[in-house]
C-alpha cells in the first residue's frame, strides 16, 4: 500500500521545493498506478484474499484459501447489501469473530443508500482511513497542474460532522465524513498549505448545525483576501451556506466589527478557536455590509472572495440541478469536481479539474479496492418498472469484466472488493466508459441505479415512493376518491429544494375532501419516505416540505400523448414515476388545479430505528 505522500520538511515548514518536489512524487504515483492497473488490481486482490482467508464469508463459499481471480470470480457470488444484512446485523449486535474481514471492525459507516427506510450500514477497518487520506493527497497535485499558486492562500469550505450512534453491540455509526473528520488523519494533520482551510477543526466538529456554520462563515469572511478556492462536499451543501449568509450577514458583520462572537453561540471549543482568529475590523465588516447590501446576490462569491479561483463542489449525477445556482452566484467561476467516493469504499480523481461540468470523468485509483463492471444496457436503464435488484444469473456472472477490460462508451455497474470485507459488491452507480489514463479507464457518472428522487443526500427509489404514496392515498379511499396516477419532480427552483408529486385522482363529490386531507397526504408520504430524506427535512433542513399537485383528470393520458409523439413505444409506455423533461413538467404544472404542502415535519432520529444515540 503505497504511502500518501507526505509534505513537511525536516523542521515542520512547509517550503516551495517541498511543495514542487511532492506534486511530482504523487503525479508519478498517479503515472505508476494506471500504468500498471491490471498488476495493481491482481495484487489488491491476492492482497484482500490472502488476508481474509480465514473469515466466514469466504469459507462458506469454499474460497479455500485461494487468492487468484477465476477461482474467486468462479465461486464468490456478486452480491447486494440485501445480501449481506444478516451478516452485517451479526456484526452490529457484537459479534465479533471475523464474519467479513479478519481485521477487527473498527466502526460502522452509515451510507446515504437505504435499506428498508433505514441508512445501509458499512463495515470498515481502521486502516481504511489511510486508503481514504491517500486519495485526497491526490488532489490538490493534480488541481495545481491548471492553477499555479494554490499553495499560497487558504480554502474556505464548508464541512460539517453528522450524530453517531452505537449499535447495539457497542460499534459507532456514522457518517464516512463524520468519520474522517473526527479521525486524526483530519485533525492532527501535518502543515501542508494544500489542507489551510479558513474554518478551524472546533468549527467544523461543532455538532449544531447552527453554530458550525455561522463560525465556519465568520472564519472565511474574516480571511476574506487569503481565501483562493471554496467548496462543500455537494453543491446543495455551499448552496446551503451562501442562503445561510443571506439570512444572516448583518450579524455576521456585527461580530466583524466588534471583533467578538454573537452569544447564539455557545460552544465554548468553538468560541476559543474562532476567537483566535477574530480582531475588530469594522473596514472589512463596512465592505461585506455595502455587498450584501446590494439588493442582487450575483456574483457574490467573488465579490466578497475575490481571490477565488473556482468552486470546489460535486455537481454530477443528481447535484447538477444546482449548477444554474452556482453559476449566478459566483459568475461561473469554474465548477471543480475533483473526486468519486462512498461509504464502501474511496474509487477515483478527477485528472482533468477544470474541465466542463457535463464532461467530468473519474480516473478509478486501482490500489483502492478490487473492481469489476456489470455491463449495462440502455434498456436496463430506462425500464418504468418497479423491481427490486434480482441476483445475477450465470450469463450475467460471467459478463463482469475487469478493470483494464471495460470498453470505450459502454454503460457499467459498478462492484467493488474491499479491504474492509465487501467481496463483489454492487455499489448501485451506474458509470460511462469516457476514455482511459494509460491502462485504467476513466468514467462518467451516469446515475444511481433505480433513484428517482434526490435534492441532498437523499436517495429515494421508485419502491420506496411507490409504497409512500400507496400509504398516503390509501386516506382518500374514506371519501370516496381514489389515486388514478402519479409522477414526481425534484424541484430545486427554491432553496431548500422539494419533492412534487402530481396526483391525477378519481372523485365522487370533492367537495367532500378538505385540504386537511391532502395535508395530511402530504405528511404520510413524507413520514414513510426512509430516514436520510427524513433527517434531510428534520436536522439538516436541506429538504423543503413535500408537496402534492392534484391535476385535472386526463392529464396523465395527455403525457402519454406526448410521450408516443415523442417516439415512446405503446407497447411499452409506462407512466413514468419521476420527470425531468421540462416540457413535461410544463404541460403537468399547466393543468394543476390545487396544491397543498406538508404541514409539520416528519419524525427522525439518529441511527436506525431500535438503538440509542450517543450525542
Ligand atoms: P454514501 O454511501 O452516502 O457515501 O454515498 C456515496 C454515493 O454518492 C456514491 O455511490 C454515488 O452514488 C454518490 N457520489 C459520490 N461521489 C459522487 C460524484 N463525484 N458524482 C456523483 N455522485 C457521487
Not at 456489470?374 to 445475477?392: C, Q, W
Not at 427524513?534 to 383528470?553: M, T, Y
Request: aromatic fraction near 10%; glycine fraction near 6%.
Amino acid at each position: 500500500m503505497p504511502e500518501a505522500p507526505k509534505i513537511l520538511s525536516d523542521s515542520g515548514d512547509c517550503i516551495d521545493g517541498i511543495v514542487v518536489e511532492n506534486n511530482n512524487k504523487v503525479l508519478k504515483f498517479i503515472e505508476d498506478v494506471t500504468a500498471d492497473a491490471d498488476e495493481v488490481q491482481r495484487r489488491v486482490l491476492s492482497e484482500i484474499l490472502s488476508r481474509s482467508a480465514n473469515v466466514e464469508y469466504l469459507q462458506r463459499y469454499g474460497l479455500n484459501g485461494c487468492t487468484d481471480r477465476e477461482t474467486f470470480k468462479k465461486v464468490i457470488p456478486v452480491v447486494t447489501y440485501e445480501d449481506l444484512k444478516p451478516d452485517i446485523e451479526r456484526i452490529a449486535n457484537g459479534d465479533t469473530s471475523p464474519i467479513l474481514c479478519s481485521q477487527p471492525i473498527s466502526e460502522f459507516l452509515t451510507s446515504s443508500g437505504t435499506s428498508a427506510g433505514e441508512r445501509k450500514l458499512m463495515p470498515t477497518i481502521e486502516e481504511e482511513l489511510g486508503r481514504r487520506s491517500l486519495l485526497y493527497s491526490l488532489l490538490m497535485p493534480v488541481m495545481s497542474q491548471f492553477l499555479p499558486g494554490l499553495d499560497k492562500g487558504k480554502g474556505m469550505y464548508f464541512l460539517f460532522v453528522k450524530s453517531e450512534a452505537k449499535t447495539p453491540g457497542g460499534l459507532v455509526a456514522r457518517p464516512v465524513l463524520t468519520s474522517y473528520y473526527k479521525s486524526s488523519h483530519f485533525k492532527n494533520r501535518p502543515n501542508d498549505p494544500y489542507t489551510n482551510y479558513t474554518s478551524p477543526k472546533e468549527t467544523i466538529l461543532c455538532l449544531d448545525s447552527y453554530q458550525s456554520m455561522y463560525s465556519q462563515l465568520l472564519c472565511g469572511l474574516f480571511q476574506n483576501e487569503d481565501v483562493v478556492r471554496v467548496g462543500a462536499v455537494f453543491a446543495s451543501g455551499f448552496i446551503r451556506a451562501i442562503q445561510f449568509l443571506e439570512k444572516h450577514w448583518s450579524l455576521l458583520c456585527k461580530d466583524i466589527r466588534t471583533g467578538t462572537i454573537d452569544s447564539k453561540i455557545t460552544d465554548p471549543s468553538v468560541r476559543d478557536a474562532v476567537m483566535k482568529i477574530l480582531k475588530s475590523n469594522p473596514k472589512l465588516a463596512d465592505f461585506v455590509e455595502a455587498e450584501c447590501s446590494k439588493g442582487s446576490w450575483k456574483g457574490i462569491i467573488t465579490r466578497l472572495w475575490p481571490e477565488t479561483k473556482y468552486i470546489d463542489v460535486i455537481v454530477t449525477g443528481t447535484m447538477s440541478q444546482y449548477i444554474p445556482a452556482l453559476d449566478y452566484y459566483s459568475n461561473a467561476l469554474p465548477l471543480v469536481c475533483t473526486m468519486y467516493a462512498s461509504s464502501e469504499c474511496y474509487f477515483g480523481i478527477n485528472l482533468n479539474p477544470l474541465c466542463n461540468p457535463s464532461e467530468v470523468s473519474y480516473t478509478i485509483i486501482p490500489n483502492m479496492a478490487y473492481f469489476e463492471f456489470l455491463p449495462v444496457t440502455r434498456k436496463d436503464e430506462l425500464t418504468g418498472s418497479i423491481s427490486e435488484p434480482t441476483a445475477l444469473n450465470d450469463k450475467e456472472k460471467q459478463q463482469l469484466v475487469d478493470l483494464v477490460d471495460v470498453k470505450l462508451g459502454q454503460d457499467y455497474e459498478l462492484v467493488v472488493t474491499t479491504y474492509a470485507g465487501l467481496y463483489r459488491y454492487r455499489v448501485g452507480d451506474i458509470l460511462r466508459v469516457s476514455g482511459f489514463k494509460n491502462k485504467a479507464p476513466q468514467f462518467n457518472f451516469i446515475c444511481r441505479k433505480n433513484v428517482v428522487l434526490s435534492i441532498d443526500s437523499d436517495k429515494t427509489d421508485e419502491v420506496e415512493l411507490q409504497n409512500a404514496v400507496k400509504n398516503a392515498a390509501n386516506q382518500l379511499l374514506q371519501y370516496e376518491a381514489s389515486l388514478v396516477e402519479y409522477t414526481s419532480y425534484a424541484d430545486t427552483s427554491a432553496i431548500p429544494g422539494h419533492y412534487v408529486l402530481f396526483w391525477e385522482l378519481s372523485v365522487k363529490d370533492s367537495t367532500l375532501i378538505a385540504p386537511s386531507v391532502f395535508e395530511d397526504c402530504c405528511f404520510t408520504v413524507e413520514e414513510s419516505l426512509n430516514s436520510v430524506y427524513r433527517q434531510g427535512r428534520v436536522c439538516d433542513k436541506s429538504i423543503g416540505p413535500l408537496e402534492i399537485r392534484v391535476v385535472q383528470n386526463g392529464t396523465f393520458d395527455m403525457l402519454m400523448d406526448f410521450a408516443l409523439s415523442q417516439g415512446s413505444s405503446i407497447n411499452q409506455y409506462k407512466t413514468p414515476r419521476c420527470v425531468k423533461y421540462a416540457p413535461i413538467i410544463e404541460l403537468l404544472n399547466s393543468r394543476v388545479i390545487s396544491s397543498y404542502f406538508s404541514p409539520k415535519r416528519p419524525r427522525w432520529t439518529a441511527g436506525h430505528k431500535q438503538w440509542c444515540t450517543q450525542n
